[in-house]
């Protein structure tokens, strides 16, 4: 067999894991010197390169020294977990990627409890050591006490650390001595990570995930655990509900640099591999699903992943500006998306509702669900979604909710605002660490908490919070909250917002659109200052020209800056009786019922008192 090493790359968001894969591929001469190849080349998708996050693994191999050493590049943040649970079953060791700054984040710990969990050998990288004020030796010694606390055993314990600068591009032993590459990483990596350990017995591959071809269409990789894998091989293929069927390999690739490689020769146990079957067309595999021998079959257990803790209404576009800016506005454009979306997206599921034009789509947090939504967004689909919700189940007869881990570091003047606006949210206080100059506060608080939490603590804090947080388990409802927010302005009629118009309103509170925005009827255009109160008003009236110079003839009209949300602002921040409408170039808030009418008898028949 030949020497192969599979790793692992785990790191919070942001700790510098692909620009270390990238220099590894470098160290491995995997392009010419004089190549021009970009920045972060594992992060291909456009929405990954703009907020430096990781979201779908990727697998990449490098030569070096007479081994193949094959990368896999995890997400780091904890609402792609379904992701990394279903990578680490590929790997036999992990990369720990610490900042040397920052030290070990709440998002490792999320990762490597399910590295050390499934009995992986960690070697740790601590990075950025060119920051300064960081302390390289403190961060080592906290990533030792994180993985006793998680219950690592003595063989993970005594694990191997190379210190450096990915960015730099070198790593040693020492961090006050700079070496020349990251050979010393290398070098690590093929004595400390295990060979593959390979059972005796037929053939066995777990899916592990999905690639697509417009070509060949969909193919499967995973680790082949047992046997051997050859073109034109007949093999099983066990479903995770249990159903068998005969297939054959139609073609077998292998991972070879940051592309794919097919090949004539058998795939040995251990390696990482890609597998195109023959198949009808009615038949199709999943992750979860085992290629098995064609005589004997053994599936694999299926792999286990984090449950879903939010849901959101997704729905067409019904409004006004209906089928303006995007290409796929139908709802079987919706429905036939979202469902191929379910074949590669392990954390997510989708539920039929009443009406055909209506989904329920679970995720993992309103990150995992936003994602989706932007991709969606980019590839030219108009819809509508509505408040997200959590997740409730009946456990024992006692209704529960979804708790999460929250961890705030923010500098200690603001650490008293910042426990006063979790607290009002049902969260209660763990522990207050001091960290240099900064406060890191522990809190367990309901996932319903979460919603809206990010903005409110950022404006607390003038930005200066780091946030975190990761789904700990199910609990008794904690009860209603003290939801204080504001009424909305609507406008009255469908047109041209005028400078005059939102000028003479600046009082109502602050706007959401800027004059020459086109608006319609029941359009959310900006937050009333009177809590709770909606007020209609008209944005599209211009100023009554006329021959009498008046007075103020020269004043002119002044406006103050609209306020723009990002895409996971407005999820957060839209109500139960609003829908965010997306389209390809527009954000836009609306009320579910247009017509102030119809609303207002909405109200009275759901027992409001109207304002």
């Given at each position: ?14 700790h510098?894991?692909t ?24 992060d ?9 996050i990781?979201?779908l ?40 990627v ?15 409890q ?12 601590v ?38 600068s ?6 040693g ?31 066995q591959?777990m ?17 082949l ?7 034109g091989q007949a ?9 068998q069927?005969?297939s ?31 198949l ?15 005589d004997?079959?053994e599936?694999?257990?299926p ?24 290409k ?56 509508q ?8 189940r009946?456990?024992?007869g ?39 100059d ?19 603590l950022?404006t ?28 909305a302005l ?18 109502r509170?602050?706007?959401f ?22 007020i ?34 407005a999820?957060?921040?839209i ?28 109200r ?8």
């Amino acid at each position: 067999m030949q020497n192969i090493r599979n790793v692992a790359i785990i790191a919070h968001v942001d700790h510098g894991k692909t620009t270390l894969v990238d220099r590894m591929l470098h160290q491995a001469k995997l392009f010419r010197d004089n190549q021009e190849t970009g920045e972060l080349i594992l992060d291909n998708n456009d929405l990954e390169r703009e907020r430096g996050i990781t979201i779908l693994s990727k697998n990449v191999s490098v030569r070096y020294k007479g081994y193949k050493i094959n990368i896999i590049d995890t997400p780091g943040h904890s609402d792609f977990g379904g992701e990394v649970e279903r990578v680490l079953n590929m790997a036999d060791g992990v990369l720990l990627v610490v900042d040397a700054f920052e030290g070990p984040m709440p998002q490792t710990r999320f990762v490597l409890q399910k590295a050390i969990e499934l009995g992986l050998k960690p070697i740790v990288v601590v990075n950025k050591v060119d920051k300064p004020n960081c302390d390289p030796e403190a961060t080592q010694e906290a990533v030792f006490d994180l993985m006793f606390n998680l219950g690592a055993n003595n063989d993970q314990l005594e694990f191997p650390t190379a210190y450096g600068s990915a960015k730099q591009g070198w790593m040693g032993e020492d961090w006050n001595t700079p070496t020349e590459d990251i050979g010393y990483l290398m070098d690590l990596i093929i004595e400390h990570i295990p060979a593959p350990k390979v059972d005796e017995g037929n053939t066995q591959m777990m899916i592990s995930s999905l690639d697509y071809s417009s070509y060949l269409g969909r193919i499967a990789v995973g680790r082949l655990h047992r046997g051997t894998l050859q073109a034109g091989q007949a093999i099983t293929l066990a479903k995770r509900d249990g159903e068998q069927i005969h297939s054959k390999i139609k073609e077998l690739y292998t991972f070879e640099g940051l592309g794919k490689e097919r090949i004539k020769t058998p795939v040995e146990a251990g390696d990482i591999c890609a597998v195109l079957l023959e198949l009808d067309k009615n038949v199709a595999f999943e992750i979860g699903d085992t290629i098995c021998d064609n005589d004997n079959p053994e599936p694999l257990p299926p792999i286990k992943v984090d449950e879903p803790t939010m849901s959101m209404l997704f729905t067409i576009n019904t409004s006004p500006f209906f089928g303006k800016e995007g290409k796929y506005v139908t709802s079987r454009h919706l429905r036939d998306r979202l469902f191929a979306e379910l074949e590669k997206n392990l954390a997510m599921r989708v539920e039929e509702t009443g009406s055909p034009d209506q989904l329920l789509v679970y995720g993992r947090g309103i990150m995992h669900l936003s994602v989706l939504i932007e991709t969606m967004r980019r590839e030219g689909y108009e819809l509508q979604v509505g408040q997200p919700k959590v997740i409730i189940r009946e456990i024992d007869g006692q209704k529960c909710e979804p708790i999460e881990q929250l961890t705030v570091l923010v500098p200690e003047e603001f650490s008293s605002k910042v426990i006063d606006i979790v607290t009002r949210r049902k969260g209660e206080v763990g522990t207050i660490d001091t960290k240099g100059d900064r406060v890191q506060l522990d809190f367990t608080i309901p996932s319903r908490g979460i919603i809206g939490l990010r903005n409110n603590l950022l404006t607390a804090t003038n930005g200066e919070a780091i946030i975190a947080h990761r789904f700990l388990e199910f609990q008794p409802w904690k009860g209603d909250m003290d939801d204080h927010k504001y009424g909305a302005l609507i406008a009255k009629e469908t047109g041209e917002a005028t400078a005059y118009s939102i000028s003479k309103l600046q009082d109502r509170g602050p706007f959401f659109i800027e004059p020459g925005d086109h608006v319609y009827a029941g359009e959310v255009i900006g937050e009333s200052l009177r809590p709770g109160n909606d007020i209609v008003i008209n944005v599209v009236t211009a100023k009554n020209l006329t021959n009498m110079r008046s007075k103020s003839a020269d004043d002119k009209s002044t406006c103050s800056p609209a306020i723009k949300m990002s895409l996971e602002e407005a999820m957060e921040y839209i109500r139960e009786d609003e829908y965010l409408e997306i389209t390809p170039s527009n954000l836009r808030i609306r009320k579910i019922i247009l017509d102030e009418i119809e609303r207002k008898r909405a109200r009275i028949a759901a027992g409001y008192k109207d304002e």
